[in-house]
């Protein structure tokens, strides 16, 4: 059973940083996706990020590129999410998931991954 664990959420005022960590653990072999999503009260999922832990290519969504990264250290299984220049609209509760090989990176709907951690939640203040 894969199992992810995330960590790194708070609050933070905008134009701050902040970073996140998914940590993975069952998998049995090393190709799988991984990615983040979000979701704030009242608004819709927006996928975020996604990544392959072969190709290490990262795809984003149009409202966080050029301010978030994601990044994978694969000895580790962990997956990070850098958010620089955050703003207000970026508060939300912050979702790791991930698929194994096969998967898809795009379009970017995390939350069709077969496994997803319990959230943190980022809070950004004006």
């Known amino acids: 059973q894969v199992q992810l664990v995330e960590s790194g959420g708070g609050s933070v005022q905008a134009g701050g940083s902040l970073r996140l960590s998914c940590a993975a653990s069952g998998y049995t072999d090393s190709r799988y996706c991984m990615g983040w999503f979000r979701q704030a009260p009242g608004k819709e999922r927006e996928g975020v990020a996604t990544i392959y832990t072969v190709s290490g290519r990262p795809y984003y969504t149009d409202s966080v590129k050029g301010r978030f990264t994601v990044s994978q250290d694969n000895a580790k299984r962990t997956l990070y999410l850098q958010g620089n220049s955050l703003k207000p609209e970026d508060t939300a509760m912050y979702y790791c998931?991930?698929?194994?090989?096969?998967?898809?990176?795009?379009?970017?709907?995390?939350?069709?991954?077969?496994?997803r951690g319990q959230g943190t939640q980022v809070t950004v203040s004006s």
């Open positions: 998931a991930t698929h194994p090989y096969p998967c898809a990176l795009v379009p970017i709907r995390p939350w069709d991954y077969k496994y």
